[in-house]
């Protein structure tokens, strides 16, 4: 772009305005992880690597491991997305293709507004319904039959891992459901039209356009999904029960990265504790990094792929 | 644009008002700390700011560790805590510091249990034993031999403790240290510690949720939240062997219990404190302020407000379920105040 002089002036001054802002954004980013590091530096001295695959949380003998806080957020992020992603594509599908007019708007404005409910309301839903629900209609039958499953073990006591996946799914669901939305809404209605018309059936139809189209799209909605899953701090802390071990079943309590820094970082004193803190926050920091990243990596090569095949 | 520019001076004009007038605003005393005593000062403050428009202040309640940071720090003018500075966290102080007693509380074991009434009678063994995973069912002998008037069911018994850090927790691990070797050994005491069994609720009112809604279960919760809350709370044994259920005066009977051998610095638990009335799971909490005050105003204008809160401000703590220091502890608390100095001059 040629730049003259006189009235590019002020173009000039748009450009470096706003190409500050642009900077102050990754300033932050830089300036977050820094921090992060700086404050995590005497626990990563004192326990290195092993931080990362030991199981002890010991605030009295200053003996830290992030292990089972990992694991609680990978597992519980994980069931949440398992939960929600068939229900919210199909729940998507069905506002889209089949639902009645007068529907449409009521069921997509109530799955936008369970998103604008602040965490600690669902965190409260959990503990007084949520818990004591799944806790004697699934948990305690389950134990009963399937108790030699290792992910049914007993003994029952409502906090849960699966209370805390059970909940996140319902949390992440109306992000699913309205990209989902948006994305199946994109297909061409002549491409729809087109396989309907040479006799193919409306399951073959959405099979068809879904698997060409929507596939980035709703894996990018799954990845917004999973990002809030894995931070989400207060409804999770409410109902998995803060239990600092990894134990395979899924009725056993559990605990949460963003948990245990919220519950524990007021009162820290010793030194190592709250640098042990700090190093969970700059792990989970890392981790939806990485997340997005790869999610940004993969998505690229769906969308090459997709155009390719049309 | 004559009109922005008319509303512009308009709001230049209303800041500068509104700053004259914060200029000539009372002298305003900054705190921060602890969480449980929070209701109380916050009643304090209003009263005490009512009846001495100069002072005004102004709290955070962040947590004792928080407020303990901060005085060390000399950011806030006085902290507040429930657990006593350390050895070691006293060394990064910049001068001497008074620990100033100013309530008491009581930390009190609830339960859920169908057909089992309020004041199930616990040992200390028997709670310890039942925060240490060693005793699991509500009909085990140990706990049946103590409650022989009812009939105690057979049910796993589910253990429910904080999850965040708390003085509460502190208060609590250290009662659980100083009657059991045991616990002493493998747990230890702390605002948050490594427990061995059990599921944790973030807050009092975590734990308290854990417990109405888990049929068999046991925690431990201010006694304020537990009687707000009607919940079933357990009678313990004493050091002197009476079973005491939790109340105010059975709080204050401890702190007198220990007037005799409180030491001047008022750094002491009163877990297990002698006395027959004693509730052996209370302990104080104090607010933090410097020997020397670096601003003769404020210093002056602090000691003043102490002074208020032993005499005045006690008649205020058993309406908001605080537990009121005994007459021994705040004549020995007076004389404390006598210390706060400015340049070598007392302040009282």
């Known amino acids: ?310 | 644009m004559k009109k922005i520019y008319g509303v512009l001076a308009g709001v230049l004009a209303t800041i500068v008002v509104v700053s004259f007038a914060f200029a000539a605003d009372p002298l305003t005393i900054n705190g921060a700390g602890a969480t449980f005593p929070y209701p109380l000062y916050s009643k304090w403050f209003y009263e005490y700011s009512n009846a001495n428009p100069g002072v005004r202040f102004n709290y955070q309640s962040i947590g004792s560790g928080g407020g303990i940071k901060q005085i060390t720090a000399g950011t806030v003018n006085f902290g507040a805590t429930d657990a006593p500075m350390t050895e070691e966290s006293m060394k990064k102080l910049p001068g001497p510091i008074l620990h100033i007693p100013t309530a008491l509380g009581a930390v009190v074991p609830v339960y859920n249990l169908d057909g089992v009434p309020a004041g199930l009678k616990l040992t200390p063994d028997v709670l310890a034993g039942i925060y240490l995973g060693k005793i699991t069912r509500w009909n085990d002998p140990k706990i049946a031999e103590l409650n022989k008037t009812v009939t105690m069911p057979n049910a796993d018994i589910v253990v429910a403790h904080r999850s965040d850090g708390s003085g509460t927790t502190d208060i609590f691990t250290n009662y659980l240290a100083t009657v059991n070797t045991e616990w002493r050994a493998k747990v230890g005491r702390g605002p948050s510690v490594n427990w061995p069994v059990g599921i944790g609720g973030k807050g009092n009112e975590g734990v308290a949720g854990v417990v109405k809604q888990t049929p068999g279960a046991i925690g431990y919760v201010e006694l304020a939240y537990a009687k707000q809350n009607r919940m079933k709370v357990a009678s313990l044994r004493n050091k002197e062997g009476h079973f005491v259920t939790p109340t105010l005066e059975a709080t204050s009977a401890a702190a007198a219990g220990m007037a005799k051998s409180m030491p001047d610095d008022f750094r002491v638990s009163l877990v297990d404190a002698p006395g027959k009335k004693s509730w052996p799971i209370s302990g104080l909490t104090w607010i933090l302020v410097y020997k020397d005050q670096k601003d003769e105003a404020r210093g002056k204008a602090i000691v003043q407000f102490l002074k208020w809160a032993i005499r005045d401000g006690q008649k205020m703590e058993a309406a908001l379920d605080y537990a009121a220091l005994p007459k021994p502890v705040v004549e020995k608390v007076d004389k404390a105040l006598r210390q706060i100095s400015f340049r070598g001059k007392s302040l009282y």
């Not at chain 1, 995590?40 to 199981?55: D, E, M, N, Y």
Request: hydrophobic share 55%; net charge positive.
């Open chain 1, 1 to 310: 772009m040629a730049r003259k002089t006189g009235e590019n002036i002020k173009d000039l001054v748009f450009e470096r305005t706003t190409g500050a802002f642009a900077f102050l954004v990754l300033f932050l980013a830089v300036l977050l992880f820094a921090v992060l590091l700086r404050e995590s530096l005497p626990a990563l001295r004192k326990f290195g690597a092993a931080f990362l695959v030991t199981g002890t949380w010991d605030p009295v003998l200053e003996k830290f491991g992030a292990l089972p806080f990992i694991y609680g957020t990978v597992i519980s992020s994980f069931l949440a997305i398992l939960i929600a992603l068939p229900l919210s594509v199909g729940a998507a599908i069905f506002i889209n293709e089949f639902a009645p007019p007068w529907m449409k708007t009521p069921v997509s404005f109530l799955a936008e507004l369970l998103a604008a409910i602040p965490s600690v309301i669902y965190g409260l839903w959990g503990i007084f319904v949520l818990v004591p629900v799944l806790r004697d209609v699934l948990m305690k039958p389950a134990t009963k039959y399937l108790g030699w499953v290792p992910l049914f073990k007993g003994p029952v006591y409502g906090p849960s891992m699966l209370a805390a996946g059970v909940l996140l799914s319902i949390m992440i669901i109306p992000f699913i459901l309205s990209v989902s939305r948006e994305v199946l809404a994109t297909v061409p209605q002549r491409q729809k039209e087109a396989v309907l018309s040479l006799g193919g059936t409306r399951w073959e139809m959405l099979r068809i356009v879904i698997g060409q189209h929507c596939i980035p799209g709703i894996f990018g909605a799954t990845i917004l999904g999973l990002g809030r899953a894995l931070g989400e701090t207060m409804a999770v802390t409410m109902v998995i029960g803060n239990r600092p071990e990894a134990l395979l079943s899924l009725f056993q309590p559990g605990y949460s990265m963003a948990a245990v820094i919220a519950n524990e970082f007021t009162e820290a004193v010793g030194d190592v504790h709250l640098s042990s803190l700090v190093l969970i926050g700059l792990i989970l920091f890392a981790m939806t990094f990485a997340v997005n990243l790869a999610a940004k990596a993969i998505l690229t090569k769906m969308v090459a792929r997709a155009s390719r095949g049309i």
